[in-house]
């Protein structure tokens, strides 16, 4: 059974920083799109960060560029979202969610908002609450 698991919210105050944590089992590491979404009330949902296994390369929205960092342990089987700089707008529930076998540039849609690669990952992770206190 494939799972991922999200952990590392919790309650900071402004300008601090957390590490956000998905770690997947049930399938192999490899040829996948991992995304860090996040979804605040009122707000609409929104893909921050994305990690592509093809080409390594790393992906943000620019509401996050410059103060957050993707990254993956492929031998843990995981990916990381460290948050620094963090603001009370960057309050939220963070998943993580993957995608095996994805679609060429697929991460550009991630971070673009585009509903298609929202609707298009295939495993999801239970969101972690991140809160930033002013």
């Known amino acids: 059974e494939v799972q991922l698991q999200a952990s590392g919210g919790g309650l900071v105050q402004a300008g601090g920083s957390l590490r956000l944590s998905c770690a997947a089992s049930?399938?192999?590491?490899?040829?996948?799109?991992i995304g860090w979404f996040r979804q605040a009330p009122g707000k609409v949902r929104e893909g921050v960060s994305c990690i592509s296994s093809s080409d390594g390369n790393t992906y943000y929205s620019d509401s996050v560029k410059g103060r957050f960092t993707i990254s993956s342990d492929n031998a843990k089987s995981t990916v990381f979202l460290q948050m620094n700089t963090l603001k009370p707008e960057d309050t939220a529930v963070y998943s993580c969610?993957?995608?095996?076998?994805?679609?060429?540039?697929?991460?550009?849609?991630?971070?673009?908002?585009?509903?298609?690669?929202?609707?298009?990952?295939?495993?999801w992770g239970k969101g972690t609450q991140v809160t930033v206190s002013s």
């Open positions: 969610a993957a995608v095996r076998h994805p679609p060429y540039q697929y991460c550009l849609g991630v971070v673009d908002g585009r509903d298609s690669a929202y609707n298009g990952m295939d495993y």
């Open positions: 049930g399938f192999t590491f490899d040829d996948y799109v």
